[in-house]
């Protein structure tokens, strides 16, 4: 919303602040205000009288030549506009004058002829945004200051409203926040006195999505009146663009009041007006020239004709005023916001009107409206009021009970009632009661509708700054749950590992569940989504991590490690039988079924590497190291199994798609169960998605991880010996098919307590070991807690853990 200040002080005329000094105000009483634009800030521009004009015949577009006076001498000028005559005063922009836009004027040659200045239109001084001519001023003295004749200077607050204060969508709402903030009397353009209905335009309501219609018509309008100078400056500096007398009437008194209005050439209307829902069939032209298929439903403006406007949205071409309309029937009317929001979704046809109702519109607003708009048509367009038309079927809302104390314990400070009183009429409110208040809001608030809101009021107007700022002691015994800490261990050790947390949306697309070959698991689609393009709700992290990682690498990131915590969503959920009411709080057993209707929702753990990672290309190993890691740090042991082993991949488990390259990629095993996958990703997902050579990718279920931590219980505090350790090294050869782990993990058990690490430092293939076969170095770590190991008791745990790899056919190489 953008408020002329000059503009709003029409309505607080005790107001001598700065446009700066308001919007610190404002923005103090809740408003956002965004900024503060200085307008008119010329010089040099003056009036001056044209004494003669000269034709310019020889060149194939109007040109005139003309001396104009300015009070301090005669000037040259060359001008191209012809709706001026001699002795017209006209606005002069003298050399060195520069216009809006960074447009300097300076004496030039022009058309064979010295052009001294410039005589300036309407646009050129910032007053329209685009003008036919010329600007004739209707009085003024020569060499008399332009700015100041016109009041072309102002400063303009342009405020972000947010959904809940609709009344600040008008020069009305603000003013009177302007007037709270500073203490002063404030004019309220919205109480004025109507005129009776006394059988006007037949108007019906059938339907309750409206529940006031006032119509008037005005007769002999002159359609070539232009709207005033006054009138225009107004519209442009509020955003809005002049049209034409009676489009910019209904625009100015929206933009004053905040009625939105809409005006019918009532010489098209055929039969009474009546609100109703659509037709199945029925289609209506919009002004902006679109045809649109109507919604059941959608609220509709229409005549014996059909639908000649979408209620509260946008009026029909077929009624439109047009530049040779004299008669016409302005509508004032008040809509449900809820019907208008919708309406407005569905056609995705957002207006100045909706953008308004949808926030809710001062119900007692219509008559005062029309009114405005009917004396301004009768005073600017030359029209005769006609009669009045005005069907309310409003129902009346009881007051809102609140504490009277309530404001000061939510604020923690101690408001008298005369404070909390004073605060709610402020508002507009009607206030009644002693302990407990009785309040009934205005009509220009429906936004006022429980105790909550009435306490929101006094806190704003008290001043947000002035509540202490104070942390409420947290209860004995709380804190994070031992799951929560698992979960953030495992976190903690993944980006110790070098990896960069990232946070996606849950919602993906069909396409690309579809060459992940993730389509299969039947993951929940939105109602609502907020992009029908990714309608599906995520059933694992990969598709969000392999979007970042294309995003960064299209960024120029050419090593990327990233990785996300976060839930993915199994099956579809089963719809619920009753849906709460929003008026009362769900019993347990409605929450019971609420709960019982959404889909599973475990936690996952993804990884994604691409390009280098210590000063190497990324390999399966890397993702696989980093999830052991993160298993590790729970003291949650994970073995590897074979990513293409059919057992490891059942439905539920995050293995269960066609992303990963079928020869290099692994599953991660807890007790046998397969938890999650690593491997690299699918050559053909790589090429339809762009991605970089070779990125890996890795995810696990944190929650079964987390459950496995918390089952074992608190890990023993590791004994840390003073006596040095004795390392050997071990060189088996296995058949080619056998897993690197179950070989450590044959090491493990039968090297027995004293091993202290196992590690995997070399595999070598080559005709010296044999087809089919593969050697496999480990280094073995042995250490005592109690003494320095001898060499006997060195080689015999390494005897033992050889004999127990040899249960998988290894042998040690070179025997």
Not at 34 to 52: P, S
Not at 59 to 73: E, L, S
């Amino acid at each position: 919303m953008r408020v002329p200040l000059s503009w709003l002080r029409v309505f607080v005329p005790d107001l001598v602040a700065t446009g700066e000094e308001l919007a610190v105000a404002l923005i103090a009483a809740g408003l956002e205000v965004e900024q503060v634009e200085q307008h008119g800030d010329l010089a040099n521009v003056v009036v001056g009288r044209v004494r003669d004009v000269e034709e310019l015949t020889e060149f194939k577009k109007p040109i005139r030549f003309c001396h104009v006076d300015t009070g301090a001498g005669v000037r040259e000028v060359v001008c191209g506009a012809t709706n001026f005559a001699a002795g017209d005063l006209v606005p002069f922009a003298l050399p060195g004058a520069v216009l809006p836009g960074g447009f300097e004027i300076a004496t030039r040659q022009t058309y064979g002829r010295t052009s001294d200045g410039m005589i300036c239109s309407a646009a050129e001084l910032g007053l329209a945004d685009s003008s036919a001519g010329i600007l004739v001023l209707e009085t003024g003295q020569l060499g008399q200051d332009v700015v100041e004749l016109l009041g072309l200077r102002d400063e303009v607050l342009d405020i972000a409203i947010t959904p809940d204060r609709g009344y600040a969508l008008s020069i009305r709402g603000v003013a009177r926040e302007a007037a709270t903030a500073f203490d002063m009397a404030f004019q309220d353009p919205g109480v004025r006195d109507t005129p009776p209905a006394d059988g006007g335009y037949e108007v019906r309501l059938a339907d309750a999505g409206c529940d006031r219609f006032v119509a008037r018509i005005v007769r002999g309008v002159d359609p070539a009146v232009p709207s005033p100078a006054w009138l225009q400056r107004r519209l442009v500096l509020a955003g809005m663009r002049p049209i034409s007398l009676a489009v910019d009437i209904t625009n100015h008194v929206m933009l004053e009041v905040g009625q939105p209005l809409h005006g019918y050439d009532l010489a098209k209307l055929q039969g009474p007006v009546v609100v109703r829902r659509a037709r199945a069939g029925e289609s209506l032209t919009t002004l902006d020239g679109q045809q649109r298929l109507l919604d059941p439903a959608d609220l509709l403006i229409t005549d014996d004709s059909g639908p000649i406007g979408l209620a509260g949205v946008m009026g029909g071409a077929s009624t439109e005023i047009s530049d040779t309309t004299t008669d016409i029937l302005v509508e004032a009317a008040h809509f449900a916001s809820s019907t208008v929001t919708l309406t407005a979704r569905r056609h995705r046809l957002p207006s100045e009107a909706s953008k308004r109702f949808e926030r809710g519109v001062d119900s007692a607003l219509p008559a005062v409206a029309a009114e405005l708009a009917v004396q301004l048509l009768v005073e600017l367009g030359g029209g005769t009021a006609g009669p009045v038309s005005d069907v309310d079927q409003r129902v009346s809302l009881p007051p809102v009970q609140m504490a009277v104390g309530l404001p000061g314990r939510v604020a923690g400070l101690d408001y008298s009632r005369d404070t909390v009183v004073r605060r709610l009429e402020q508002v507009g409110c009607s206030v009644s009661g002693a302990e407990v208040l009785d309040v009934t809001a205005p009509s220009w608030r429906p936004d006022l509708r429980g105790p909550a809101d009435l306490v929101e009021e006094v806190i704003r107007l008290e001043g947000y700054d002035a509540v202490p700022i104070a942390l409420p002691t947290a209860p004995a015994g709380r804190g994070l749950t031992a799951g929560q800490r698992l979960r953030r261990t495992v976190a903690r050790s993944v980006a110790m590992a070098g990896l960069v947390e990232v946070v996606m949306p849950p919602f993906v697309a069909d396409s690309l569940l579809d060459t992940l070959g993730l389509a299969g698991d039947e993951p929940p689609r939105l109602l609502n989504p907020l992009s029908e393009e990714e309608a599906l709700l995520r059933p694992a992290l990969l598709p969000g991590l392999l979007t970042a990682v294309l995003r960064n690498v299209g960024r120029g990131l050419t090593d990327v490690a990233l990785f996300e915590t976060g839930s993915v969503f199994r099956g579809t959920g089963t719809p619920v039988a009753e849906v709460p009411s929003t008026n009362r709080r769900p019993t347990e057993e409605q929450l019971a079924a609420l709960d019982a209707a959404l889909p599973a929702q475990p936690r996952h753990l993804a990884v994604a590497l691409a390009g280098h990672r210590a000063g190497r290309p990324v390999t399966v190993g890397d993702a696989v190291e980093v999830l052991l890691a993160a298993a590790r740090a729970v003291d949650v042991t994970l073995t590897v199994g074979r990513g293409q082993d059919p057992a490891h991949h059942p439905a539920h488990h995050p293995a269960h798609h066609s992303a990963h390259h079928p020869g290099r990629c692994a599953v991660l095993l807890l007790d046998g169960e397969p938890v999650g996958t690593a491997g690299e990703v699918h050559p053909r997902v790589v090429s339809r998605l762009g991605l970089p050579p070779r990125p890996v990718v890795g995810e696990l279920d944190l929650d079964q991880l987390v459950r496995a931590a918390e089952q074992a219980g608190p890990a023993p505090a590791p004994v840390i010996s003073t006596y040095p350790p004795s390392s050997v090294d071990v060189a088996l050869v296995v058949a080619a098919d056998v897993l690197s782990s179950d070989v450590a993990q044959r090491l493990r058990q039968g090297a027995g307590e004293l091993l202290e690490e196992l590690r995997l430092f070399d595999v070598f293939t080559g005709p010296q070991i044999g087809a089919g076969k593969v050697s496999l170095a480990y280094a073995l770590r042995f250490r005592a807690a109690d003494r320095t190991l001898t060499d006997v008791e060195v080689l015999a745990a390494r005897d033992a853990a050889i004999a127990a790899a040899g249960e998988l056919g290894a042998v040690l190489r070179g025997s």
